[in-house]
């Protein structure tokens, strides 16, 4: 990259949320209080950017002390064994005119790498009355659990299972230009 622009993740304004179905019938949140997020981009504008993603798998909070700490668990993210939940990306391409782009990379949990997709909506920059510059991004996507050895399950008598395959990913992220 010729004009290397840096950006970290300012966690005081943003969040990394999923949700999972639970029973079959409601969603249970939950977030990582513990997380980095760098970009590097060819310039000012977030062309050709190389965003990492880290969380300390330990980090899970699900407003619950007893499903975190089974999450943290070898049942789910074995938080001790494989301490960090890590994505690199390899492209980052727009998917419209109205600030849609497409982001695409290498997710990794609990030593398995496997390729997602996420939709992000990118909401401009703008300078805090510090004269700080800061942008703000709007991220989704879908995964499957199970494609990284996340298998716990129990079946329902009524038919279904406990904790649903699918996992949403919701992000609110400010980078600060850094």
Known sequence: ???????????????????????MIT????????YKIEVHSDGEGFNNPEI???AKAASVDTNNEQRDAHLRS???FDADTYPEITFKSTKYESAGSNGDYVLEG?????????KIKLD????????DPWGNAKAGFSISGKINRKDWG?????????????????????????LAKG
Request: proline fraction near 1%.
């Open 1 to 23: 990259m010729s004009n290397t622009v840096n950006w970290v993740g300012d966690p005081a304004h943003s969040e990394v949320k999923f949700k999972v179905k639970h029973l």
């Open 27 to 34: 969603n249970v949140t939950g977030s990582f209080d513990d």
């Open 52 to 54: 990492s993603f880290t």
């Open 74 to 76: 070898a049942d789910f």
């Open 106 to 114: 290498d997710l990794t949990m609990k030593d398995v790498t496997k």
């Open 120 to 127: 992000v909506e990118f909401l401009g920059v703008h300078k």
């Open 150 to 174: 996340l298998n716990w399950n129990a079946a329902l008598e009524s038919g279904g299972v406990l904790v649903s395959e699918e996992v949403k990913i919701n992000a609110e992220v400010q």
